[in-house]
């Protein structure tokens, strides 16, 4: 989720989130016609870890989940956008946009990792938003002012307001050096169906010192950053983001 689409959420913002694994009664039906008598015990335990899952380790269990709260429907392999938006609210689900298009002919797998997401974005979207929301108020950015920031030009639109947001979620340690999952949790996934590299993106200390002032270069590397995830593209004068919203 790029920082101008957390910007064009703001209005949309909710305070109320869903629990993914809360409807017991789902989970038991699940369950009962993925599991059986003798994994039942080790099928829970399982699921006690679920946030610690790299893969699914009770299989299809999630999408039988996802199915059954009306969020994915299994026989076209498809998200059900307008049920998450009702439901989660607009900021869970483009927290989660590319995972959720990120098709994939094994729909368990497919529903597992968009589930995951969505879980994920529970922890960290409106975090996103409420802190954009007190960087914008401690600068007194009008919305004419966020609008013309979502574009990403070139020279920041609204000085600082990058340095804001990166300061207030801890994306630089006291070194200066990225603390890349904290702009992963800030951000979401990536449009990009592997991982971007993002090595380049970060300055030398030199360039960094040539910068007008922090929020300069802070600013640049953010540019860089949505340029690998394939937001953004280069022109001549200015870098300007693409701005389709779904």
Known sequence: MRLC??????????????????????????LHELSSPDR?????KKLERYGEWSNEEVPCLMRCLASEKGWFDIEANKWQKQRLV??????????CHYELHRKSRDGCSY??????C??????????????LLQCTSKLNATNVQL??????????????????????????DDAGNWQLMNWQQA???SRQDQQ???????????????????????????????????NLRAEPTTAQATTKLV
């Open 86 to 95: 009702d439901e989660l609210g607009a900021d869970i689900y483009n927290y």
């Open 196 to 230: 971007p590299n993002y090595s380049g993106c970060r300055l030398s200390q030199e360039k960094r010192s040539l910068s007008r002032n922090k929020c300069a270069w802070m600013y640049e590397e953010y540019l860089c950053w949505e340029l690998q995830n394939g």
């Open 5 to 30: 689409l957390i910007i064009s959420l703001l209005t949309l913002y909710r305070t109320t989130l869903a629990d993914l694994t809360a409807d017991v009664q789902i989970l038991v039906k699940c």
């Open 187 to 189: 951000f979401g996934p």
């Open 40 to 44: 039942i015990g080790n099928d829970l």
């Open 118 to 131: 969505l879980k994920q974005a529970e922890l960290h979207a409106g975090t996103s938003i409420t802190t």
């Open 111 to 116: 529903a597992h990792r968009g589930l995951r």
């Open 147 to 172: 609008l013309q920031y979502s574009k990403l030009t070139a020279k920041e639109s609204i000085p600082c307001l990058f340095q804001c947001f990166a300061d207030a979620l801890h994306f630089y």
